[in-house]
């Protein structure tokens, strides 16, 4: 019973450091998730994408403002023949704009404005996303640190066991047979500490590389801290999110264009002011002014209305969908974040205290000598599954509030 004592007592050593080791994982360079997410954001290529988009719709507002640029011409008339164009008799030098009618001209604006609008909502959108994606990837190495430490433990747990099963196989207290299984489930918990080293390396690259870090893993995460647990009233939120607003002033956008294509009818205006020197070298000022003639309103006008009906119908589809859309994924993401704090409340009230209470009783179960030593590691096993779904748990109850995150993303809710 010696080597079986002397087993366990290693083998609650290992489940000690499980518990308590992870608290050692704080290292002179690390990281918070304030801090990867400030540093993530800016650099994410959905926001850059996003921002700019936005910069070029700020320049088509300034583009819809513009006039097209004025003409400068030069005429010498009564040139006598065989003379060169310098010996005029008269010269004309003026300078002409043409103009869009007022409410053309206004209406484009309009739309370019809520255009804008669009751009910057889809750029909050894009901002939103990407902070959830950045919590995610930094919570998932958080977990795989865990993870790591966990496997690291269990494989020492089983290294060890297996020498006392050897040890208790050599002075005749164990069998060939419990030798053989401590020493493979040494060997396959050794593959389990590289996977879960592996996995934290891979997540660590991939977070390093949202923060501006590339390749560097020579870092180690805090706790996230606790999550946000409150969920905003739906209609509020709806009628204020990001998602929505962008869906709405892209359909205002194309609607002021509609009126801009009704108008197309309204004649340009041409503005022309000129000076005038004859032959007696007298100056003379002059002005004219005048109006297009829409006469092929009935075919360009007529496609121009066309393409802006059909620009509005798309838009007012786009934005039912969005609506429709935006209602289930609220629904699916505030149940299951519900769903996921009732599985992380169980766990905690329940799986967590029972699987201890279990690995209690097999522990004393086999110091009088009822339980074998694969039993307890079994035993042992059980426990710490019901750990790594605690860790699931909590991954999945954060994937669920960045979902919510991203719907509600508002002006006054980010």
């Keep these: ?33 304030q801090e990867s997410i400030k540093a ?3 650099l994410h290529p959905t926001v850059l994408s996003a921002k700019g988009e936005l910069k070029t719709a700020k320049g088509s507002v300034w583009q819809s403002l513009s006039p097209p640029s004025p003409v400068v011409r030069i005429q010498n008339e009564w040139v006598p023949k065989g003379s060169s164009i310098s010996d005029y008799k008269e010269r ?33 959108v894009a901002i939103a996303q990407a902070t959830a994606e950045i919590k995610m990837v930094y919570l998932d190495v958080w977990l ?68 501006g870090r590339k390749l560097d893993t020579s ?57 005038q020197r004859d032959e007696l070298r007298g100056r003379f000022w002059g002005g004219a002014i005048g109006l297009s003639v829409p006469l092929w309103f009935t075919l360009g006008g007529t496609g121009n209305l066309q393409s802006a009906a059909g620009s509005v119908e798309q838009a007012e589809a786009d934005l039912e969908r969005v609506k429709r859309k935006w209602n289930l994924d609220w629904v699916e993401a505030t149940k299951s974040f519900e769903l996921a704090k009732s599985r ?41 599954a019901s750990e790594l779904d605690y860790l699931e748990a909590q991954r999945e109850l954060w994937w669920w509030r960045t979902r919510i995150d991203i719907l509600r993303a508002t002006q006054n809710g980010r």
């Design 40 to 42: 993530g954001v800016p």
């Design 219 to 275: 870092f180690q995460v805090l706790d996230p801290g606790a999550i946000d647990s409150t969920i905003p009233n739906t209609l509020e939120t709806a009628s204020s999110t990001f998602i929505i607003h962008g869906a709405e002033s892209a359909l205002r956008s194309v609607r002021a264009q509609q009126n801009v294509a009704r108008l197309s009818w309204l004649p340009q205006i041409e503005l022309e002011l000129f000076r």
């Design 1 to 33: 019973m010696q080597a079986s004592s002397k087993a366990l007592a290693l083998l609650g050593a290992s489940f000690t450091n499980i518990l308590f080791l992870m608290t050692g994982l704080v290292t002179a360079d690390t990281l918070s998730l």
């Design 344 to 384: 992380i409340r169980s766990l905690e009230q329940i799986g967590l205290p029972s699987s201890r209470r279990a690995y209690g009783a097999s522990i004393k179960a086999y110091e009088i000598g009822e339980l074998g030593v694969t039993d307890l590691l079994a035993s042992f096993l059980e426990k710490q």
């Design 144 to 211: 795989a640190q865990r993870k790591a430490l966990i496997a690291e433990s269990l494989h020492q747990a089983a290294e060890r066991l297996a020498r006392s099963a050897e040890i208790r196989f050599t002075v005749g207290e164990g069998t060939s047979i419990e030798r053989d299984r401590l020493k493979a489930h040494a060997e396959q918990s050794n593959r389990s500490l590289q996977l879960a080293v592996l996995d934290l390396t891979l997540d660590k690259i991939q977070l390093g590389q949202l923060i």
């Design 92 to 124: 004309t030098i003026g300078i002409s704009q043409t103009l869009d009618f007022p409410l053309v001209t206004y209406f484009g604006v309009k739309s370019a404005h809520y255009s804008r609008q669009s751009a910057y909502s889809a750029y909050q």
